[in-house]
């Protein structure tokens, strides 16, 4: 069980809009601001999205959007593309005990 | 240009000890603020964080996994080494090396896969 909760799945039509949740704790959403996403086609190593909740990497689109409210991120991908459908995780800082962790994925398919 | 590659056994067996090495280039493991995690992630299954080293040797490792995880650096080599012991079927997954730099890890290798079989 992952320490971050994310929707199993989510989908929308081409040119939607969909956001992705990501609720964690105090311990670590609620308390940092280091959550950042990471996109992941099958068979690939996972890219950089947004970093500290809502800063977006050169390169990245600015379709790709992040957010915070108390202990749940989100990821919002406006003007959906069919490049876009892939697997989506969170991760945010949890302390110095814990350090890191991961949300348990979101599979986007654009219909 | 930043690159990160992975490399070791791709067949282990159970109890013996996973070794992998993770070569760098484009930054130095001196750089300031910045280090190399090992981040694993099982067939079909989600990220799971495994130890990072900053370049100030500073080395924190997954509470779960502590107790079978060394990580150390080489820096005259650009390498990372990860080390794991008493692998079991359950550790079979792609391991990945990624670059974290203020906890966001912005670059990654291409992954290997490691299974544990006898």
């Known amino acids: 069980q992952s320490a971050l909760t994310q929707p199993a799945s989510v989908s929308g039509s081409p040119g939607q809009s969909i956001t992705i949740s990501c609720t964690g704790t105090s311990s670590d959403v609620g308390s940092y601001d280091l959550v950042s996403w990471y996109q992941q086609h099958p068979g690939k190593a996972p890219k950089l999205m947004i970093y500290?909740?809502?800063k977006r990497p050169s390169g990245v689109s600015n379709r790709f959007s992040g957010s915070k409210s108390g202990n749940t991120a989100s990821l919002t991908i406006s003007g959906l593309q069919a490049e876009d459908e892939a697997d989506y995780y969170c991760c945010s800082y949890a302390g110095i005990s814990t350090h890191v962790v991961f949300g348990g994925g979101t599979k986007l398919t654009v219909l | 240009q930043v690159t990160l590659k992975e490399s070791g056994p791709v067949l282990v067996k159970p109890t013996e000890t996973l070794t992998l090495t993770c070569t760098v280039s484009g930054f130095s493991l001196s750089n300031t603020r910045m280090g190399v995690s090992w981040i694993r992630q099982p067939p079909g299954k989600a990220l799971e964080w495994l130890a990072h080293i900053f370049s100030n040797d500073e080395k924190s490792y997954s509470t779960s996994l502590k107790s079978r995880l060394t990580i150390s650096k080489d820096t005259s080599k650009s390498q990372v080494v990860l080390t794991m012991t008493n692998m079991d079927p359950v550790d079979t997954a792609t391991y990945y090396c990624?670059?974290?730099?203020?906890?966001?890890?912005?670059?990654w290798g291409q992954g290997t896969l490691v299974t544990v079989s006898s």
């Open positions: 990624a670059r974290i730099s203020d906890y966001n890890f912005d670059y």
């Open positions: 500290e909740v809502s």
